[in-house]
């Protein structure tokens, strides 16, 4: 769980660019309908929505890349840049080596096997973003400070990190070569298993669909579902125009349940975290969770809403997933029809309806509502019985200091309140810190001996609260001022 946290933290900054994503390509979109839809682009407004299109584009279409880098960074000891670039080489190296026309020249025989092949053209993804980043920051943690002989000590320390990375990478190319078909053939047989079920079927997918996304593996479901892997193509044939006449299911069952989830939904469970937050850091929750409600609304990007809690509440988010099944398969009785382009916001909603596919759009309003509410109250009831560390929602204890700490005189020791030097000797001084990192609320230590930490005097010095995950393992609850208290935290211990 320690690990997943920190794979969660290090996802902070590179999700923090889909919000920018989204707002360029909703705003785009709605000038510019041609840029997704097909047709010719002329004049000032349409060309600016084009423009705004690709400019969001560039940064949805490299998310995996932007998580190799992310989680590299985020990952290492220090948050040196180096590691980045360490984990930019692990990425570059597995996407080259597993691309499929070099998988085709190495292995020939492999253009018979279109299942095969197809897995190879998806290497591209979060999971592999993901993995990436964790090799490269392991090797820069590990290596950084290693020393070689003289003649190559040029490539010593930070360097040779890279030079690890890449020899990982090599090996781990290896593997997913043989491993990567395997699991996303298993994806794609599953997928057509589930095709045969109708409504059913619709509401598993999407239950897999959600559930798959934090390992980037829900694209091997969506190309059986969305596009023309095995004969379906759920998006390609709704937006060619064609109807139910053309093809031998209900066309649109595979992205119609997605918009009352993406549309209402989530704002209806950003809400209940918002609700259940701590009433001091509630500011910060709406700062994270309204923009992220408004990018799911307006044009269906959930990314921002999901990996706020995705790995520091698992539970909630499988519940998160589910509901999604159960509103696919209602959607899909009821006869509410619509398609996506990009994803199941209010713009491809719009643009969606005057297709022939499309059949009682209307109904989104009584779906939402439904939605709204459902979410809401399963996302307040879980956070509250469980006592879910969601956003705003984290453990704390006020001291009775706290009151006067801002009174106090500002010393070099003194940050935002907060006094660093008795920090530290409350976490049982420099000489107990094995690393030290921080999220966007919290320190993340590990520590020699755990049993030195003086919890009280942790909040006399103007922490919240302190969480225990293991035997080496804590967490400092600060608040939104905690990178400046890390900061100097590190200056103080490098003394």
Not at 407 to 422: P, R, T
């Amino acid at each position: 769980m320690k690990f997943l946290q920190k794979i969660g933290k290090s996802l902070m900054l590179p999700v923090a660019c889909l919000p920018l994503c989204g707002i360029l390509m909703g705003i785009g979109y709605l000038l510019c309908p041609a840029s997704m839809q097909g047709g010719e682009i002329t004049g000032m407004v349409p060309t600016i929505g084009m423009f705004l299109v690709k400019a969001g584009g560039a940064l949805i279409d490299h998310i995996a890349l932007l998580f190799a880098v992310g989680v590299g960074v985020g990952m290492a000891d220090d948050q040196n840049g180096t590691a980045g670039i360490t984990a930019l080489v692990s990425w570059l190296i597995i996407t080259t080596l597993l691309q499929a026309d070099f998988v085709k020249l190495l292995l020939p025989s492999i253009a018979d096997q279109p299942a095969a092949l197809l897995a190879f053209h998806k290497i591209e993804n979060p999971f592999i973003g993901i993995l990436a980043g964790i090799i490269g920051a392991q090797s820069y943690n590990r290596f950084k400070n290693t020393d070689l002989p003289e003649w190559l000590a040029f490539f010593s320390r930070k360097r040779s990190t890279v030079i690890i990375s890449g020899l990982i990478s090599i090996l781990v190319a290896a593997v997913l070569f043989f491993v990567w078909p395997i699991l996303f053939g298993a994806l794609v047989s599953l997928g057509r298993g589930i095709a045969d079920m109708g409504a059913v079927g619709a509401g598993i997918y999407a239950f897999l669909n959600r559930l798959l996304i934090p390992l980037g593996l829900h694209h091997a479901l969506n190309n059986v579902f969305w596009f023309d892997t095995i004969g379906l193509g759920d998006l390609t044939h709704f937006w060619a125009g064609h109807t139910d006449a053309d093809v031998p299911w209900s066309l649109g069952i595979y992205m119609s349940g997605f918009f009352p989830c993406m549309m209402f939904g989530v704002p209806g469970a950003a809400l209940a975290i918002i609700h259940c937050s701590n009433n001091k850091r509630r500011k910060y929750v709406v700062g994270i969770l309204a923009s992220a409600a408004l990018c799911s609304f307006v044009c269906g990007i959930t990314e921002p809403f999901e990996f706020a809690f995705m790995f520091c509440a698992p539970m909630l988010y499988v519940a998160y997933a589910a509901l999604y099944g159960i509103f696919s398969y209602v959607t899909a009785l009821v006869g509410f029809r619509a398609g996506f382009s990009f994803s199941a916001g209010a713009t491809d909603l719009l643009f969606s309806a005057s297709l022939p596919a499309a059949q009682n759009t209307w109904m989104i309003l009584p779906l939402g509502f439904a939605a709204f509410v459902i979410f809401y109250l399963v996302f307040r009831v879980l956070i509250l019985k469980f006592n879910l560390p969601t956003p705003g929602n984290e453990s704390e204890a006020v001291d009775e200091a706290e009151e006067t700490r801002e009174e106090k005189a500002v010393g070099n020791n003194m940050v935002e309140g907060m006094d660093i030097a008795s920090i530290l000797e409350a976490l049982g001084g420099k000489d107990n810190i094995i690393t030290l990192d921080n999220c966007a609320t919290r320190l993340r230590l590990e520590l020699k001996d755990t049993s030195l930490v003086d919890e009280k005097k942790l909040k006399t010095a103007g922490a919240k609260g302190v969480i225990s995950l293991d035997n080496s393992s804590i967490q400092v609850v600060i608040g939104m001022k905690v990178q400046k208290v890390a900061d100097a935290l590190r200056e103080l211990t490098s003394r």
